[in-house]
Structure formats: C-alpha cells, structure tokens
C-alpha cells in the first residue's frame, strides 16, 4: 500500500472519530492548570518556556502502545528516534555521532537522556535506550543547546525523564501486557506512607519477555543462545522524607536496578520485507546478542530557606555493564565487555521573585566517568580504559524589565566547564594501539528575550551555545578487515544557535499553537567520515570545520469540545557541510547526517466522558541519510490506532487498552550503511489491563 493510500485510510479514521465526537454535546473549555518544567531548574511554567520545549504528561503515555521512549519522541517535530540503538537525533543534530562511536571513541551524547536527574549511559546498546515509561510524572524534550540547565555535551537537546515520587497514602497498580509480536509484560507499583506526613517509599517493577521483530539466523547460535529472545527487568525504589521537625527539608533517595538481553534492535541483512538476518560470515558479523546491567543511586537534598531560596544538593552514582556475547561462530567477533562508571556531585541555588530576578539558579557540578573495555577473541582482541572528568560553574536568570516595557523579560545565563579526558588503547598482545591526553575549557553563554504581548501571546528570541570535547577513534574491527589496528584523533566542537519562537492561545482557550525559527553554526563538528583510519583507510571520527542548519517548527493543540482533541506537530529543517578541510572536498554541500526536511505528526483523541477513549496518530518523515556518502533512505509514513476503556471490576479501577501500531504494516529503513542495515517495527497488535488500587 503506498503512502497516499495510508494517508487516506487515515483520513477516513479521523474522519470517523471526529464525528462521533462532535455529535456529542459541547462542554466547556477544560482548565489545564499551571505545568512547570522541572529540567531547568528554574521553576518556570511552561507557558513561560520556549516553543522549543515540549512536554508529555505521564498520564498520557501510560497506554500498552508506548514501550519505550522511542515511541513517544517520533511524534515531535525535528527529532528522530528511530533507531533503537543510537539516541535521538535533533535539528539534524546526531544525538551520538553514529553506530559504534560511544564504544570506539568513547564519545558522550550530544543529546543526554537524563532520568531523574541521572544521565543514561553513553554505552550503544538498543537495550539501553529502552527507556522506562511506567508511571511516570513527566518527560521534557527540548530542542537546541541545553549547556546551563541540562550540562555536559548537551550540545543538541536533551531528553529529562522524571518518574513519580512517593506520596503520603496507598495506592498500587498492576499492568498486564502482550502484543502479536509475542512480547509479554508485567509491570507493578507499590506506594505507602511509612510515617504520617513525613516517610513514603515507592517501588516500581517492570518485567518483559518478548522476541525480536527481526529473524535471526541461525537459531539457536553454535553457543546455544536463542538471538531472537529479548528480556528487561528494572526494579526501581524511592524513599522520601520530609520530617516536620525541619520544615522545608526534603530527602529523596533513589536505588534502580536494570537487567536486560536480546539482539540489538532493528539489524537485518535480508529482503526488508522478511526482516530477516542470515549472514554468510555469521550473525555476529552484522549484529550482536547484548546482556546489559545498569545500576543507579542517588541522593538528593533540599531545603527551602523561604519563599525565596531553596538550596539543592545532589549525589548519584551509575554503573553500566554491557557485554556483546560470544555466539560460537567460526568468524565470532568474540565476547566484548565495556564497563562505564559515572559519579556526579551538584549543588545548586534557585532564587525565585528576588528583585529584579524573576526566578534563577547558580550551581556547581563534578563528575568523573571512567570506561574499561575488551575482547579476548580469536580474531579480534584488546583493551581500553578511560576517564572523563568535567568542573563547571553555571547560571541562568530571568530579569523582570516591565520598567522598560511591560511584559518584557530578559534571560542571561552562562556555563563555564573544564574538560580532562585520557585514553588508552592497546592490542591483545601488548601493543598500543592509541592514547589521548585532552584538557580544554569552554565558555558557553546564553542570552534571551520574552515578551507577554498580551495575556494570550508570547514571543521571544534565545542565543545559546553548546559544547562537545574531542576524543580518540580506535578501529577495533580492523583485524576483519585484513589490516592493522590503528586509531584517530579528533577535536572538540561548538554550536551557536539562535532561534525566535512565538506562543498564543486562542478560540476561548480552545487552540494553542506554537512556532519556532532557528537557524545554528556548527564549528569543527565531529562527523564519521570526516576522517579515515590510517591503516584500514576505513571511515572514522573527524571534524569539518563549520556545518549549518536551519529550520522552523510549528504545533497546535485542539480541545474541539471537551471530548475530542486534534494534535498536530511539523517540523521543517535545512542542514548543510559548509567548510571542509584537506581531503573532505567530497563532503562540501552534504546534508548533515539524520536530517530529515520534513517531520509531522497528526493525531486526534477522543474521550465520550464515560470511560471510552480512542485515538489515532500518523507520523511522517522525510529522505535522509544515516551516514555521509551512503545511500539515501525512503521517506515513511506509520500510522498508529489505540482505544481504551475505563470501568471498575469488585470495586477495583480497571484500564482495558488494545493497539495497533503501524497499522498499514509501513516496511522502512532507519539505518544504511554496509554492512548494517535497519529497519523499523512491523505492524503489531497488543493490549494490556492495568488495576489500580
């Protein structure tokens, strides 16, 4: 079926559930309440944030069709996330730099996804972007450099997930799920009072055990794993105190643990119509089989002094584990295990109607990650270690200056950081195969503007800067390729981006649209390909001197009446290679990689008051290029059905909701680069119940 057929079988479903809702008798305008966004630190609402910040309600993305991240960030304008083992990208920011960089150069993302105030690992594994959405508060994407509230490497955006803390009284859940990809899950939550007004502990669980979409072949592998078996299990536990002998004292502890294993998400090398992975040279060749352990703690303090001023503190500490398993095979790559440790300490201070300060945060923040990494096989065999340390400095405020205009609010901000990576890269036998020392600092300033027009319109205009350090490139499949190790040195890279937004509701409160214009300057931005390996010749980690790009992004939000919503999100985006340098003139004029022109998502929810809720969501992107000088990847369209039904089962809350995500089974690429090729989901069907009580 091609895509103008999918697109009129949506139309006809939107059509239908528009009709039905419209018959119904109008109600009045729902009042959202004030929503504040947590990641800044800043205690700003959301109608005060840029356009370019976007935030989902947990609520929302409690229903069995969402998975995992991935999911829910598709729908927003200029982001890809298509692919399960890379982080998103934004903007035609990659969010990592391509496959294999976090392993090989030790790269950091340039798009952090922060749970709870804890960075995921940088590790590339598909297991570990399968980020939790079970019972969550909220989830913040936004779009441009994030260096003041965000930190390190948030070059391009950042992803700040905030799960639920403990309340002060009962409540439990219990969710069963299945889908027609044969994907089992139990998920829980636990939440009690442990002293009245001051103790409560909450425990979460997710359990899921499933298969992969793709066929991997052969089955079972010669070391007798199944690769087609896909396994998470997270277990998640807060304890919160607040004793009333200290008013305005605040201790939240958290402990997660997450085990998972399967193959890495979306690899084949067949017809994209079997998905399927066969490989004359063995699986391991082209995919891997992954068992990850990631472990997290953390301890955050706060005390609100007054009205005024609260003191933040916070420690946390994240262990990550991944291994590539050995499959058996004649041409194994072996079993490669990459261990990354990272501690953080940050303290800050958030001012809020202090004078002319509006609301503000001064912090101080250090961090220390170090990685161990190797593989004892035949064929391939060596050893890494490294260690990333950062010291920063930050703030950002927001100025009251109504005395020179009413309505007129300035922003200044600024992160001043310190940078010291080592590295270190040797054979099997001994041999070094790299080493990197790097010490460097950044100044990263951030200036803006908001306007209140009226009580209904906003606008505003920010500048703001983003920074990545440099970092070693080790081929280590080289021995594959009948060549010598060898490795390769890259620099740091700095974004300047400006962007102009505009915000307005209209209709009684019924329409709210958003639209932003930017336009960044990437200097010396580390691409893959930009450089070669200098025995192998393959492609490596380098940098162009300059790349730009340049976009706009536009949503609306619909109450039509109180029973049906419309959603819509597009995002339109230009990038370029600009400069090159010796030995890149093939690369002058190149699109960036991972930047769509056209992104877009159109969806409609229904709620007849009774229980009964429907919806529906197309998404669409545009041509584009996972890697430079590789095949261009046809543009997609998926679209997605869920309804949900609400009723009490002996007195208990009940929540039935079935699915179909890519409903007209849309076949399509997310990655080209030979040998690895991936693919997005098949069509799949699912349910889950969920009690709560």
């Known amino acids: 079926m091609n895509t103008g057929s999918r697109l009129v079988g949506l139309t006809a479903v939107l059509s239908s559930v528009s009709t039905l809702a419209l018959a119904q008798n109008d109600g009045d305008v729902i009042d959202l309440g004030t929503i504040y966004i947590q990641g800044e630190k800043l205690n700003r609402t959301s109608d005060d944030a840029p356009s370019s910040i976007t935030l989902i309600e947990g609520e929302k993305v409690e229903a069995g069709a969402n998975d995992d991240l991935d999911d829910l960030l598709n729908a927003q304008a200029n982001v890809l996330a298509d692919e399960g ?121 997710e359990l899921t055990n499933g298969k992969s979409y793709i066929d991997n072949n052969p089955n079972p592998l010669p070391s007798g794993l199944n690769p087609n078996d896909e396994n998470v299990a997270r277990l998640r536990a807060k304890l919160l105190y607040e004793p009333i002998g200290v008013p305005g004292l605040s201790v939240l502890l958290l402990a997660e643990r997450n085990r998972s294993e399967g193959p890495t998400e979306g690899i084949y090398n067949g017809n994209i119509e079997d998905l399927s992975v066969s490989n004359p040279m063995g699986f391991s060749q082209i995919n891997n089989y992954e068992d990850l352990e990631h472990d997290v703690f953390s301890l955050r303090t706060t005390y609100e002094f007054s009205d005024y001023v609260t003191a933040v503190a916070r420690v946390s500490k994240s262990e990550n584990d991944l291994k590539f398993r050995d499959t058996g095979e004649a041409f194994s790559l072996g079993e490669s295990r990459f261990q990354k440790e990272l501690t953080e300490a940050e303290a800050y201070v958030q001012l809020q109607d202090v004078g002319v300060i509006t609301t503000g945060v001064f912090g101080v923040v250090h961090s220390e990650e170090t990685e161990i990494g190797s593989n004892k096989g035949a064929f391939l065999a060596f050893d890494l270690d490294g260690k990333i340390e950062n010291t920063a400095i930050y703030g950002e405020v927001e100025l009251d200056a109504s005395d020179l205009s009413p309505g007129l609010a300035v922003i200044i901000g600024a992160r001043y950081e310190k940078n010291r990576l080592t590295r270190s890269v040797v054979s099997g036998s001994g041999t070094s195969i790299g080493a990197a020392k790097i010490d460097d600092t950044a100044f990263l300033p951030k200036f803006g503007l908001r306007y209140d027009v009226s009580d209904d319109l906003t606008v505003g205009y920010t500048y703001s800067e983003g920074f990545r350090s440099g970092g070693l490139d080790v081929d280590l499949i080289a021995p594959f390729m ?14 300047k981006s400006h962007e102009i937004y505009g915000k307005t509701t209209v209709a009684n409160g019924a329409l709210d649209l958003r639209a932003s214009a930017f336009f960044y300057q990437w200097e010396n931005a580390q691409v893959p390909g930009a450089a070669n390996y200098p025995v192998s010749g393959a492609p490596a980690m380098g940098n162009v001197p300059e790349a730009q790009g340049y976009g706009a992004e536009f949503s609306a939000t619909y109450r039509a009446t109180e029973r049906l919503t419309f959603d819509a999100n597009l995002g339109l985006l230009r990038t370029e290679i600009t400069e090159v340098g010796a030995g890149q003139s093939a690369l002058l004029g190149l699109d960036l990689p991972r930047s769509p022109e056209t992104t877009a998502s159109l969806g409609v929810t229904y709620d007849n008051g009774n229980g009964f809720t429907a919806s529906a969501q197309a998404r669409f992107v545009a041509e584009r290029q996972t890697k430079l000088l590789q095949p261009v990847l046809d543009s997609y369209t998926v679209v997605d059905l869920a309804v949900g039904y609400e009723t009490e089962w002996h007195g208990t809350p009940v929540q039935i909701d079935a699915y179909v995500n890519n409903l007209f089974d849309e076949r399509y690429q997310t990655y080209n680069s030979a040998p690895i090729l991936g693919a997005g989901a098949p069509r799949a069907l699912g349910a889950s119940v969920t009690f709560r009580f």
């Open 85 to 205: 083992f890379q982080p998103p990208a934004m903007r035609g920011v990659d969010g990592m730099g391509g496959p294999g960089t976090a392993l090989t150069a030790g790269s950091q993302p340039r798009i952090p996804i922060v749970v709870d105030g804890v960075p995921l690992p940088s590790g590339d594994s598909s297991l570990s972007s399968k980020t939790t959405v079970w019972d969550l508060d909220t989830i913040e994407v936004a779009r441009g450099p994030q260096a003041t509230s965000t930190g390190r490497n948030a070059l391009g955006g950042a992803i700040r997930v905030f799960t639920k803390d403990p309340v002060y009284y009962r409540e439990g859940a219990l969710r069963l799920r299945y889908d027609s990809e044969r994907d089992a899950g139990v998920d829980f939550m636990i939440n009690t009072p442990l002293i009245e007004d001051q103790l409560a502990f909450r425990l979460t669980g």
């Open 482 to 495: 009948m060549a010598g190790y060898s490795s390769q040195p890259f620099g740091s890279e700095t974004i």
